[in-house]
């Protein structure tokens, strides 16, 4: 792609249109060889839009849930970009909410743009590439972002840094309990919906996590619970009311801003080890290094942790 094409293609994310966002999207994530260069020109644009991460187990009413927000969200005027972090999503998957979610970003409602993507890299972790999909959306100049994703994985846990309100969908579904979460998700959820308040275990839910949001240390702040019934809408209004103004409390404590630098210092340090990973591993030179170093930590002649300080020692030595 030459300088011009690369310009037309800001001009294009600028003016919202919608065929150059999805263009963008595709060019970080075949991390095509002008993916650096477009990430650096748009960055001075983003960092406006609102993000909301939506994490919660599978099957707990998540997508139902963002189906309704967008509604919700759309008439009143504002742009929704939908990033769903789970390929198995309805939104991709055309299971029953996909004809619906697919109208809207085919084009019939400008308003709306959803792309679906995996959470995890090569080596199973977060993919590098889902922060910087969300910093193209940023410049795309969404006024809301929603991140969706299921919260089991540790890949799926960090995606919710880069969000600046995390809501924990929970369901009173059979199997399913506080205990089975992934450690730590309670703690980064800034608000819980607890959906599907039509089926019979919700009031037992409700106490069981209000029990647990008990045994916090004490000082933390007790985030808000609202009841919903994602499938009927019950409640979601609600909720998205107090989305916007939890929102709005943390912009005026300068706490979104300090959550959209932590983002950017997540992403920085993220890259960095990316960067680090692959340059390390493209030189043929360690290869054979690392081989020899491996052998002899398999004979005990060197522990791992020496072995691993040599290597580091090599690589950078070599780097200068
Ligand atoms: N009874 C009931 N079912 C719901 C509700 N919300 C979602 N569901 C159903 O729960 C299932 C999983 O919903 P989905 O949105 O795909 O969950 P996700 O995996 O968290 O995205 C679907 O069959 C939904 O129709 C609700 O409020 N009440
Ligand atoms: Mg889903």
Same mark, same amino acid.
């Given at each position: 792609m030459n300088d011009s094409t690369l310009k037309k293609l800001i001009q294009g994310i600028l003016s919202k249109e919608r065929r150059s966002i999805a263009q963008a999207l595709s060019i970080i994530e075949n991390d095509s060889p002008e993916a650096a260069t477009l990430l650096d020109q748009i960055g001075p644009l983003g960092g406006k839009s609102k993000i909301f991460g939506i994490t919660g187990p599978p099957g707990a009413g998540k997508s139902t849930l963002i189906n309704s927000l967008i509604e919700s969200f759309v008439s009143d005027s504002l742009r929704v970009a939908i990033l769903?972090?789970?390929?198995?999503?309805p939104f991709s998957g055309g299971a029953i909410l996909g004809d619906r979610a697919r109208m809207y970003s085919s084009?019939? &409602?400008?308003?709306i743009f959803i792309r679906s993507c995996a959470s995890r890299g090569q080596l199973g972790? #977060?993919?590098?590439r889902t922060p910087e999909l969300l910093y193209i959306l940023e410049a795309a100049g969404f006024d809301i972002i929603i991140i969706e994703t299921i919260g089991v994985g540790q890949a799926e846990l960090d995606?919710?840094?880069?969000? &600046?309100l995390v809501t924990l969908v929970l369901s009173p579904h059979a199997?399913?309990?506080?205990?089975? #979460?992934?450690?730590?998700i309670i703690e980064i959820a800034d608000i819980f919906a607890l959906n599907k308040a039509d089926l019979p275990g919700i009031d037992s839910l409700e106490k069981d996590l209000i029990l647990s949001l008990s045994l916090?240390?004490?000082?933390t702040p007790t985030p808000k619970l609202f009841r919903i019934t994602a499938t009927d809408h019950t409640g979601v209004s609600e909720l998205k009311t107090g989305m916007l103004k939890q929102y709005e409390d943390d912009s005026n404590n300068n706490l979104i801003i300090e959550k959209k630098k932590k983002a950017l210092e997540f992403q920085f340090e993220f890259s960095l080890r990316e960067e680090l990973t692959s340059n390390f591993n493209a030189r043929p030179s360690l290869k054979k290094k690392k081989a020899n170093l491996l052998q002899a930590v398999m004979e005990r002649k060197k522990s791992p942790r020496k072995a691993a300080a040599e290597l580091i020692a090599h690589f950078f030595k070599d780097t200068e």
């Amino acid at each position: 792609m030459n300088d011009s094409t690369l310009k037309k293609l800001i001009q294009g994310i600028l003016s919202k249109e919608r065929r150059s966002i999805a263009q963008a999207l595709s060019i970080i994530e075949n991390d095509s060889p002008e993916a650096a260069t477009l990430l650096d020109q748009i960055g001075p644009l983003g960092g406006k839009s609102k993000i909301f991460g939506i994490t919660g187990p599978p099957g707990a009413g998540k997508s139902t849930l963002i189906n309704s927000l967008i509604e919700s969200f759309v008439s009143d005027s504002l742009r929704v970009a939908i990033l769903a972090i789970d390929p198995s999503s309805p939104f991709s998957g055309g299971a029953i909410l996909g004809d619906r979610a697919r109208m809207y970003s085919s084009g019939m &409602n400008e308003n709306i743009f959803i792309r679906s993507c995996a959470s995890r890299g090569q080596l199973g972790g #977060l993919s590098p590439r889902t922060p910087e999909l969300l910093y193209i959306l940023e410049a795309a100049g969404f006024d809301i972002i929603i991140i969706e994703t299921i919260g089991v994985g540790q890949a799926e846990l960090d995606i919710m840094k880069c969000a &600046n309100l995390v809501t924990l969908v929970l369901s009173p579904h059979a199997g399913d309990s506080l205990q089975a #979460l992934k450690a730590g998700i309670i703690e980064i959820a800034d608000i819980f919906a607890l959906n599907k308040a039509d089926l019979p275990g919700i009031d037992s839910l409700e106490k069981d996590l209000i029990l647990s949001l008990s045994l916090a240390p004490p000082g933390t702040p007790t985030p808000k619970l609202f009841r919903i019934t994602a499938t009927d809408h019950t409640g979601v209004s609600e909720l998205k009311t107090g989305m916007l103004k939890q929102y709005e409390d943390d912009s005026n404590n300068n706490l979104i801003i300090e959550k959209k630098k932590k983002a950017l210092e997540f992403q920085f340090e993220f890259s960095l080890r990316e960067e680090l990973t692959s340059n390390f591993n493209a030189r043929p030179s360690l290869k054979k290094k690392k081989a020899n170093l491996l052998q002899a930590v398999m004979e005990r002649k060197k522990s791992p942790r020496k072995a691993a300080a040599e290597l580091i020692a090599h690589f950078f030595k070599d780097t200068e």
